[in-house]
């Protein structure tokens, strides 16, 4: 049965009192990545305010915005992973968020602070590649696009059975799509993506039992989101998974990316297939590992 996860606050100071100097950011929590794990609720905690300043004051080029974005969500799944609930995030991103907006925009100590974020960004916002690996699968972003050939933005593969699929954002508007291909060749009719609902539930529903296996993770039927596939067709060459000839791609909603955004980093989604049966429809599911869905999104952006 899945039991929904209460998992203890995190070790770390960010959870306590800020002080004031909390603006001036330790540089070592600047650096993309570095010490993420150790200092996860930290870099969330000053990701978040520089984020937020920079909404408020503008203090950083366009690149160098996103990137601190991007950071700043990988720092949030990190938090997570590292036992905080989500209601603890949320407390401590508002706190970040409260501290931006009492401090002035001409302020020394902010002024400090975007000259170090900005050094340690300006590099990392000219990749065109990052590579985010969660528990048991890796999303893969590129900022790469063309306006002919469909390709990858943003893509997670998987493997059910002796099918196989890939799931992501494909293609320059990030369409939200699903190709599979089926090894005995049957095709279905339709598909459909299940997720959490947020408003509905207070956390991720995640059996410790499960161990490696995503169907663990899953939210039970009845507090998720179901969105049905709008389109079918044949997946282009540049979509299939690797040695595949053919197969089929799914699109979704664009409110789905969104969703997935919005939801814990240990918990997966569910893609069901649906076929005809004999007695009906046969549904056939894939798992995708939510992992660093929104630090990958915020990446192309």
Do not use: H
Request: with cysteine; hydrophobic share 45%; aromatic share 6%.
């Amino acid at each position: 049965m899945a039991a929904q996860d209460e998992a203890s606050a995190p070790r770390s100071r960010a959870f306590a009192v800020r002080p004031a100097r909390a603006l001036l950011l330790a540089a070592a929590l600047l650096i993309p990545g570095q010490g993420l794990a150790a200092n996860a609720a930290d870099q969330l905690y000053e990701r978040t305010l520089m984020t937020a300043a920079d909404a408020r004051c503008r203090l950083f080029a366009t690149p160098v915005g996103s990137a601190l974005d991007a950071a700043r969500a990988q720092a949030r799944g990190a938090t997570l992973r590292s036992g905080a609930s989500q209601g603890q995030v949320e407390a401590l991103e508002q706190r970040a968020r409260a501290k931006a907006a009492a401090t002035a925009c001409n302020s020394a100590d902010l002024t400090t602070a975007a000259t170090r974020v900005r050094k340690a960004f300006e590099a990392y916002s000219g990749l065109q590649r990052m590579t985010y690996p969660g528990d048991i699968a890796t999303w893969q972003a590129e900022r790469t696009s063309s306006t002919t050939i469909p390709l990858w933005r943003l893509s997670q593969p998987a493997s059910f059975g002796s099918d196989r699929l890939i799931f992501g954002l494909a293609g320059r508007g990030g369409a939200v799509l699903s190709v599979a291909t089926f090894e005995n060749g049957v095709r279905p009719y339709g598909a459909r993506l299940v997720l959490r609902d947020t408003v509905r539930t207070q956390g991720p529903y995640i059996d410790p039992r499960g161990g490696r296996n995503l169907a663990a993770r899953v939210a039970p039927r009845s507090a998720s989101l179901v969105f049905t596939a709008e389109a079918r067709e044949e997946s282009p060459l540049t979509l299939l998974p690797n040695g595949a000839k053919s197969g089929l791609a799914f699109r979704f909603p664009a409110a789905a990316a969104e969703a997935i955004s919005l939801l814990d980093p240990r918990e997966a989604v569910t893609i069901e297939f649906t076929f005809s049966g004999r007695d009906g429809e046969v549904v056939r599911k894939a798992y995708v590992e939510v992992g660093d869905f929104a630090a990958g999104r915020a990446f192309l952006r």
